[in-house]
């Protein structure tokens, strides 16, 4: 660690009172470093490889690989479940059939009911643009 005065100074950036530094530009939101793109598009790359090699364990009935296959892609933290229809009725129609449990009513509803407040406000930004541009009409 540096002693003199000038080398700390250095390493003691101005911040702006949110916390963030001032003394430089920074980088672009939601920019990613060139190490991180090259990798991305490497494993890309590898996508039909990886395939092939996991067919071929797969064929050659490698203990653990359709656990790992069943795990990677099926939903965590709960299971897959086709429904015909996502109204109320056919939700309640299924909880009350054993098709789902109740908790899972309990997550379907708030998923529900946060696309639907999604729907309203894009809705509600919409009628908003309108008034806008009516009154910059005149």
Not at 57 to 63: R, T
Not at 78 to 95: E, F, H, K, M, P
């Amino acid at each position: 660690m540096p002693e003199d005065a000038e080398s700390r100074a250095k390493l003691c950036a101005e911040r702006h009172p949110d916390g963030r530094f001032i003394t430089t530009g920074g980088r672009p939101v939601g920019s990613r470093n060139k190490i991180t793109k090259k990798s991305a598009r490497a494993i890309t790359d590898l996508h039909d490889l990886a395939f092939k090699k996991l067919k071929e364990l797969l064929e050659a009935g490698h203990p653990g690989i359709t656990e790992f296959v069943i795990r990677s892609l099926l939903p965590t933290g709960g299971r897959a479940v086709q429904l015909n229809s996502l109204d109320i009725d056919s939700l309640l129609d299924a909880t009350a059939n054993g098709v789902i449990s109740p908790a899972e009513l309990r997550q379907l509803a708030s998923a529900i009911e946060k696309i639907r407040s999604v729907e309203s406000l894009d809705k509600l930004a919409d009628r908003l643009a309108e008034v806008e541009r009516l009154l910059k009409d005149g």
